[in-house]
């Protein structure tokens, strides 16, 4: 191109329209764990190159389905220890359904073996129990449950007839018991005789008659405190086996149904608590059950567990001085008579900084008629309703 003249470079502006604003992430911080898999948190924001500076803008100018997360998975490096679990135990009843249980333990990756449980309990632990089914039990049985011979029946004895429950019950509640209408003996009495069904029974012995009663379904329940076992004994039954009736024990740790050859049959309950449910068809139909408690022969309870049996009441957790450290997650019990349910509403919870995107600071609550569970994090108050007349908490760090 030497022989032909050279034109003068110049330039040109191409378009004058600005660029439209884009997302823009900054470095991701730092991790929430030491170890194992995290969350890092990065800041996302909307910005526009105006005038070759960038200029924040509103998000909604950005496009929403292209933005970025704001946590991101991270790994430092692989967890020292960890939790490991020993093999489920056998069913804890012969037939019918019941629970599996296993213990939990600290595990060293280095050396494989068990280490104080304070090293794991940054790491959350899977469940320790659980429902089975050992099939359907005979038509024909004997006794429902071994167990040792209760206590005879003295002048001592709390006899829990339907009236006497009524008045122990509302003695439990503070509730006074009102007449009908017409305030009449007759009207108190008849009243007195239908509320045996739905009673809680706190007393260490005594007699629940349930035959007669108006009601198809017809539930009790019996509790003690913890480190206590119930043993149960049918005294009379006037089932109709051919017709359905059937009566069932229920417990933590036991579930048992029978109709024939129930007299004499004796139960245990193997924990503090038993509901007891007779479901009858023929009117004036039932069972009379005589309970005793005591101490329990095996340990199914950590220390630091509570029972709570009252209509209403406060939990508040840790209970411990903030320097000290326990190493088992102590549980609550709450039970209430079978014809209540409860809730739980938690009025102020703090689990730490960062307790929103981790799974170390939790609160577990476990509906025990349906063994489910539901976990809360964070500082988010909340409210929760049971189906049943049984629960369960779990304090997680």
């Known amino acids: 191109c030497q022989p032909v003249p050279k034109p003068e470079s110049r330039v040109e502006v191409c378009d004058l329209n600005p660029c439209p604003p884009r997302w823009k992430v900054t470095p991701a911080g730092p991790c929430s764990s030491s170890c194992g898999l995290g969350l890092a948190v990065q800041l996302v924001t909307c910005v ?7 200029v924040l803008q509103e998000e909604h100018l950005c496009p929403v389905a292209e933005k970025p997360l704001t946590s991101v998975p991270c790994v430092i490096r692989t967890c020292s220890y960890e939790w490991s679990f020993s093999e489920w135990s056998e069913c804890s009843t012969s037939c019918g359904n019941g629970i599996q249980t296993r213990q939990d333990f600290c595990l060293s990756s280095v050396t494989h073996k068990p280490v104080n449980p304070l090293f794991c309990r940054r790491f ?9 089914s050992a099939g359907p039990c005979p038509e024909q ?8 011979e209760l206590q005879p029946v003295t002048a001592a004895t709390h006899l829990t007839t339907a009236a006497a429950a009524t008045e122990h019950r509302h003695k439990d509640l503070d509730v006074p018991l009102t007449a009908g209408p017409n305030g009449g003996e007759e009207d108190m009495a008849k009243r007195s005789f239908l509320c045996v069904c739905g009673n809680l029974f706190l007393n260490a012995s005594g007699i629940i008659n349930m035959t007669g009663v108006e009601s198809k379904d017809c539930t009790v329940a019996i509790g003690r405190p913890l480190r206590e076992e119930i043993l149960v004994t049918i005294l009379e039954s006037s089932l109709n086996c051919t017709a359905g009736e059937i009566l069932l024990f229920s417990g933590r740790m036991m579930w048992r149904t029978g109709c024939r050859k129930l007299p004499l049959s004796l139960i245990n309950s193997r924990t503090n608590t038993l509901i007891v449910k007779q479901r009858v068809v023929l009117p004036g139909n039932g069972v009379i059950l005589q309970y005793n ?17 009252g209509s209403q009441g406060e939990i508040e957790n840790p209970v411990q001085l903030p320097d000290e450290r326990q190493e088992a997650v102590c549980r609550i019990f709450i039970t209430v008579a079978p014809r209540q349910r409860i809730s739980i509403r938690a009025l102020s919870t703090d689990l730490g900084p960062g307790g929103n995107q981790t799974h170390f600071n939790y609160i577990l609550v ?6 489910r569970t ?3 994090h964070g500082k988010q108050q909340f409210l929760w309703q049971s189906t049943g007349s049984q629960a369960e908490i779990e304090f997680h760090e």
């Open 374 to 376: 539901v976990v809360f």
């Open 366 to 371: 476990r509906d025990v008629s349906t063994m």
């Open 48 to 54: 526009q190159i105006l005038h070759g500076q960038e």
């Open 141 to 148: 049985e004997g006794p429902l449950s071994p167990g040792a």
């Open 124 to 132: 959350p632990k899977a469940i320790v129990a659980r429902g089975c």
């Open 293 to 309: 408690s005591r101490a329990a022969t095996k340990k199914y309870y950590q220390d630091c567990d509570q029972q709570l049996f």
